[in-house]
């Protein structure tokens, strides 16, 4: 089974709407962290928000939310406002210890194409 | 200005041959990562190092070699065993687990090499 789903692969949004992208997840770890990144055109990913498995409250970092449903296995990023400049790919990533190494290892969702039209 | 450099941003090499790409980092991180992405695809772990001279295999480790002989600089040589080269390749570090606990410890990465073999 894929650990971590991004069930859309692209997405088309009007600007200064906001926006929700879809990430759920499978782990059998009750500690895990659940990471989203912003890929533009550039190719460099941007690391956006962090949602530990045990903080009691959403992530937020300004315009970017986490809606976090932890009994859905569910981590969706939310874009307040949408703007130009937010037209990317993104991609939700986790960390746990169910594989080896997992200390350390990201994995990657397939990510969502984000485009926001004027 | 701190950061992750990677050169050069564009490599074309013939088959058979071994390339270098070239990762420093000013972070003073302890973690250095070297990913792959393929179109269409998320990121794929080829190395990881947590400290110096020291570096665990990822999920596709097979056709690649890594160095890690100073804190700043994680090499990743790509060989003419790996079958199909030809892909996006990024670095990333992160703080590390000796000063972050787990599962936090988000991933900086830099601006990537695409690489053609032909």
């Known amino acids: 089974a894929q650990k971590i789903t991004q069930t859309q692969p692209g997405m088309f949004v009007q600007e200064k709407e906001a926006v929700t992208l879809d990430c759920t997840y499978d782990?059998?770890?009750?500690?895990?962290?659940l990471f989203w990144y912003k890929q533009p055109s550039s190719g460099e990913m941007i690391f956006l928000i962090y949602?530990?498995?045990?903080?009691?409250q959403n992530a937020t970092e300004g315009r970017y939310s986490l809606n976090f449903q932890k009994a859905r296995k569910s981590a969706n990023l939310v874009i307040s406002a949408s703007q130009l400049g937010d037209s990317a790919m993104y991609f939700c990533a986790m960390r746990d210890r169910t594989i080896l190494g997992g200390n350390e290892k990201l994995t990657f969702g397939t990510g969502t194409r984000l485009t926001i039209i004027p | 200005d701190g950061g992750i450099t990677q050169s050069p941003k564009y490599l074309f090499r013939k088959e058979g041959q071994n390339v270098t790409l070239s990762c420093e980092q000013n972070l003073n991180h302890d973690a250095m990562y070297w990913y792959r992405q393929d179109p269409g695809q998320g990121l794929r772990l080829i190395y990881y190092s947590q400290i110096v001279n020291d570096f665990q295999k990822g999920d596709i480790a097979e056709g690649y070699s890594v160095s890690r002989e100073k804190k700043e600089s994680f090499p990743l040589t790509v060989t003419s065993a790996q079958k199909n080269p030809t892909a996006f390749y990024l670095c990333?570090?992160?703080?590390?687990?000796?000063?972050?606990?787990?599962?936090?410890?988000?991933?900086?990465f830099g601006p990537g090499t695409r690489l053609t073999v032909t």
């Open positions: 949602q530990g498995s045990y903080d009691q």
């Open positions: 782990t059998s770890d009750p500690s895990y962290g």
């Open positions: 990333a570090s992160s703080i590390g687990f000796g000063s972050v606990p787990y599962p936090a410890d988000e991933q900086y």
